[in-house]
């Protein structure tokens, strides 16, 4: 174990995209659990693009950032010394320690982990809050039918792939929407999408119409903008939209301007906001089903991970690029030492 805690620091709110220089970098003693506590050390940081809107106190969110605080974080964590009952030395667990090498933590909000079911990293990503915002999103409001469209927009990162390969799952025909060649053609060959459209690649409204002849049934939405106001054009009657999360307008000063809504008074369509929080109680669900789909290799994930704390704020800001492939993590330490 080190001597000092090394931990990454909010500077200031960005303006626009992120960029590393909005971040700081300290050192602090490592902290000694008191009774009811225990320390950990971060194996694996978590990067979510709506760390973006705490770096602003957006309102949605309970966190809260001031000069000088620790970025907030979900990630993975082996106990390594402990005066909790429940929490034993050895353990890994999920836990909040944030943009740091080592955390106390009460035991609140903390899950331990089974390296046995699923490699631990993906308690972060696909068994993680991202692949249950993707399982509760597309099951219990998407609610696509055998032979239906369903539609996903960052349909290669962890809330996407989980949504399109759980509708996949329900019998949907699956359309992702991606930024490029490669994640288009990871998304038919790898997650056995029926077709994925570029959205850089000319136009939107159209290569949607083609993919999805008879129109879509379920729009999972992670982008919003010019993505949401081109599926808006091609919904299918009773169509239900899902709105997830709206990374294009994370960096902007004001909220974009809206899409045409009277498409979806047409469609008589149904639009339904999703925040994870709502469905908190169905994550035991959601690991049994998807940890049983990826040892039976029905279901893929993909990571992308940054070696080493000090990268974390690089990473953050690719990721708010798009520039990540797969779900972004950073390595912070090994898992065995």
């Not at 099951?139 to 962890?158: F, K, M, N, R, W």
């Not at 990871?186 to 949607?208: F, I, M, Q, S, T």
């Amino acid at each position: 174990m080190t001597a000092r805690n090394r931990r990454i620091t909010f500077y200031r709110t960005p303006v626009g995209l992120p960029v590393p220089e909005d971040f700081g970098v300290d050192e602090t003693p490592i902290p000694v659990p008191g009774t009811g506590q225990f320390l950990s050390r971060t194996v694996y940081l978590s990067l979510d693009p709506y760390y973006r809107n705490v770096m602003k106190n957006s309102p949605i969110y309970a966190d809260r950032l001031a000069p000088g605080d620790v970025m907030v974080g979900e990630t993975v964590a082996e106990v390594i010394e402990s005066r909790h009952p429940d929490f034993g030395v050895g353990d890994f667990v999920a836990v909040r320690n944030g943009w740091q090498q080592y955390a106390l933590s009460s035991g609140q909000g903390a899950r331990k982990l089974d390296p046995a079911l699923a490699p631990l990293s993906t308690a972060l990503g696909v068994l993680g809050m991202p692949g249950l915002t993707g399982w509760a999103g597309m099951i219990h409001l998407g609610e696509p039918l055998p032979g239906q469209t369903a539609v996903v927009s960052a349909c290669t990162g962890p809330v996407g792939s989980t949504a399109g390969q759980v509708a996949a799952h329900m019998g949907a025909r699956v359309v992702g929407i991606a930024g490029s060649a490669e994640k288009c053609d990871y998304a038919v060959r790898e997650l056995g999408y029926a077709a994925c459209v570029n959205y850089k690649d000319g136009d939107l409204v159209a290569a949607l119409k083609d993919a999805c002849p008879r129109g879509i049934d379920v729009y999972f939405d992670n982008v919003g903008g010019d993505i949401l106001a081109a599926v808006l054009r091609n919904l299918a009657l009773g169509a239900r939209v899902v709105l997830c999360g709206m990374i294009e307008a994370y960096s902007m000063p004001s909220p974009p301007p809206g899409p045409p809504l009277g498409a979806v008074v047409g469609a008589r369509a149904s639009i339904k906001g999703l925040v994870v929080y709502d469905h908190l109680h169905r994550a035991a669900e959601m690991e049994r089903v998807v940890s049983g789909w990826i040892r039976d290799g029905s279901f893929r994930y993909r990571e992308d991970i940054t070696e080493g704390l000090d990268n974390a704020p690089a990473a953050f800001c690719a990721l708010m690029r798009g520039q990540n492939f797969g779900k972004a993590l950073v390595r912070v330490a090994p898992e065995r030492v």
